[in-house]
């Protein structure tokens, strides 16, 4: 069945480093592809998606490319802030599974000043 | 978007009883969805409640532990019965829209059984 898998965490940098939080996947067909953000004491809110192969998503200085020919997602970030400590997860949601998201295990970021 | 009120946030409850948690749309959708989150871990969905059918439960969560409801488009709720400490969790409510396929969720309540 379909499934996503993305780097365990924690993830430590240090402020203004760079960021890659890798995430591939596995889905019959073309599955639309998102990453997910908690941070601390709060809900799940989207942080960025991307739809068919190619795509760039983008948002707060995130961004992520949807490689069909690698089955990856993977989030990157060019200078991380200490506010961008949180959990990040990856998803997916196969057009023909009534919207039902796939979710990665989820990879705790922390940065530190 | 959508806007997702879940209730009570969070509840400390003894063992043997039951919890109800609501979930408040702020607009009509048709699908929604429970998921479970337990400390460190990722999402887990119980089930999918979508308005007009009975609830479709995953593996492993059967109707008589968790009974949903969802009698109209914007409102739904989630019983966790005769709990046990495994049911100590993040519980969270999720609804997509079709037109973006994004999913938005509650603030989900956290739920500690003693």
């Known amino acids: 069945g379909d499934s996503v898998t993305q780097m365990e965490g924690p993830v430590t940098l240090s402020e203004e480093a760079f960021l890659t939080i890798n995430c591939t996947y596995t889905?019959?067909?073309?599955?639309?592809l998102f990453w997910y953000v908690q941070y601390p004491g709060e809900g799940l809110q989207l942080l960025l998606k991307a739809t068919k192969a190619d795509d760039k998503g983008s948002n707060k200085g995130f961004e992520a490319t949807y490689r069909k020919e690698t089955t990856s997602f993977h989030l990157e970030k060019g200078s991380v802030q200490v506010s961008d400590s949180a959990v990040y997860f990856c998803a997916l949601s196969a057009r023909n599974s009534n919207y039902q998201l796939i979710w990665g295990a989820g990879t705790k970021l922390i940065i530190k000043p | 978007s959508a806007v997702i009120s879940q209730k009570p946030s969070r509840d400390i409850c003894q063992r043997g009883t039951s919890l109800t948690i609501q979930c408040q749309v702020d607009s009509q959708v048709t699908m929604m969805f429970w998921y479970r989150q337990q400390p460190g871990q990722s999402l887990t969905l119980i089930a999918t409640?979508?308005?007009?059918?009975?609830?479709?439960?995953e593996s492993g969560f059967v109707i008589d532990k968790f009974p949903i409801s969802r009698p109209n488009l914007t409102f739904s709720t989630l019983t966790v019965s005769n709990m046990s400490p495994e049911d100590s969790s993040i519980y969270l409510c999720?609804?997509?829209?079709?037109?973006?396929?994004?999913?938005?969720f509650g603030q989900g309540t956290r739920l500690t059984v003693v």
């Open positions: 999720s609804v997509v829209k079709p037109e973006n396929t994004e999913a938005f």
């Open positions: 889905a019959t067909g073309y599955p639309s």
């Open positions: 409640a979508n308005q007009g059918s009975e609830a479709t439960y």
